[in-house]
T-cell receptor
């Protein structure tokens, strides 16, 4: 089966740091993705982790622990435009393509 | 702009009807994915085509079907529509097959079944 859990909603302050956690239990694994989605818009790619450890890309970093089935997305120097939903997704692997998405974390940035 | 084009942007139709959603992938991308996003289920993978051939199936209902044409555009056909089919339907494309590939999403088609 496929199960991806992430918090439904989080609130943070402009200029601060926020960490969005994601835990997964999936029958296949071919990497973990984070996407950003503003309301009513298309998801846009943020990061991809396939090996354990931290990947840094500007203000965004993503961490993966395969043994724990755990990932997090770290957003630094928060800006108002970072208010969006953040979707954790697992590559299905095992010869099966497509991504299994969590339901997303709605991040609200306050001034 | 991701380079993936979906038409129409909005569609309102009645229960029992049939609709076709269209997707043009980014130039050069061979893989096309279809996803359904509803408020309670989140983004659900429906089906993938690679270079004209069906590659993978997800949670796609038997009332739904898709195809990818020689020019690589794809169509998703939804028939015998029910109220619960109301959702945002996204198409995504990637250069290669394989779920370790970054996918680029179109702006979606919002389907409302009344």
């Amino acid at each position: 089966g496929q199960n991806i859990d992430q918090p439904t909603e989080m609130t943070a302050t402009e200029g601060a740091i926020v960490q969005i956690n994601c835990t997964y239990q999936t029958s296949g694994f071919n990497g973990l993705f984070w996407y950003q989605q503003h309301a009513g818009e298309a998801p846009t790619f943020l990061s991809y982790n396939v090996l354990d450890g931290l990947e840094e890309k500007g203000r965004f970093s993503s961490f993966l622990s395969r043994s724990k089935g755990y990932s997090y997305l770290l957003l630094k120097e928060l800006q108002m435009k970072d208010s969006a939903s953040y979707l954790c997704a697992v590559g299905r692997g095992g010869g099966a393509d497509g991504l299994t998405f969590g339901k997303g974390t709605h991040l609200i940035i306050q001034p | 702009d991701s380079g993936v084009t979906q038409t129409p942007k909005h569609l309102i139709t009645a229960t029992g009807q049939r609709v076709t959603l269209r997707c043009s992938p980014r130039s050069g991308d061979l893989s096309v994915y279809w996803y359904q996003q509803s408020l309670d289920q989140g983004l659900q993978f429906l089906i993938q085509y690679y270079n004209g051939e069906e590659r993978a199936k997800g949670n796609i209902l038997e009332r739904f079907s898709a195809q990818q044409f020689p020019d690589l555009h794809s169509e998703l056909n939804l028939s015998s529509l029910e109220l619960g089919d109301s959702a945002l339907y996204f198409c995504a494309s990637s250069a290669r097959q394989g779920s370790n590939t970054e996918a680029f999403f179109g702006q979606g088609t919002r389907l409302t079944v009344v």
